[in-house]
Structures are given as structure tokens and as C-alpha cells.
């Protein structure tokens, strides 16, 4: 099973084809097989999703599982693990100018 994932181009969200458009939920992606290349340039032409590319799944009950480990994770979304996120910036750090 071969999966057309990419990333939306206005939030950066994880998104899979679902044979009608995108959606940010891996269990509604479908196969997109021999076509994935075709579809691939079609929607990276016309601007709907950054970088697709396409990946192996194995299919499930629940749906389509991401064969390999790095992109079950990418399925799964951003961390919402505070010590794994970005740190704000200190705006008493000011700018610094190389």
C-alpha cells in the first residue's frame, strides 16, 4: 500500500491524500498505488501541499499504518510534550547583528 502525504502549505500540518483532497487524519488516507507519482505533481502544481511525497503503509482495521517508524510518528501530529517543545524567545536578550 503506498500512502501521498505532504504538508499544508498555510499551517505546515501533516496531511494524507484521501483520493478527494487532503486531510490531516492518517486513517483517511487511501492507496494511491501506480497513480501516486501522477497525483503527487498534480497537487504539488497547483499549490494545495508542500513537499508530498509518497510512503509505504501497511493496511489495518483501523486504516492505513505507516510502514516505517519516522513517518508513525510524523502521523501522529506535534508533541504536546512541554519539554520537548520550542522555548519563546527572551525579548530582553535583544537582537543580535553579525
Known sequence: MKLLT????????VTWWTGNGWSIHVEDAVDVG?????????????RRVNAPYIIE?????????????KDRVRA?????RPDLT????????G???I
Not at 503503509?57 to 517508524?69: C, D, L, S, V, Y
Open 86 to 93: 520550542l522555548k519563546p524567545a527572551d525579548p530582553a536578550a
Open 34 to 46: 501506480e497513480s501516486g507519482d501522477a497525483i503527487l505533481h498534480a497537487e504539488e502544481g497547483a
Open 95 to 97: 537582537d543580535w547583528v
Open 6 to 13: 505532504g504538508n499544508d502549505l498555510a499551517s505546515g500540518a
Open 57 to 69: 503503509a501497511i493496511p489495518t482495521p483501523e486504516g492505513p499504518r505507516p510502514a516505517h517508524i
Open 76 to 80: 501522529l501530529g506535534p508533541t504536546v
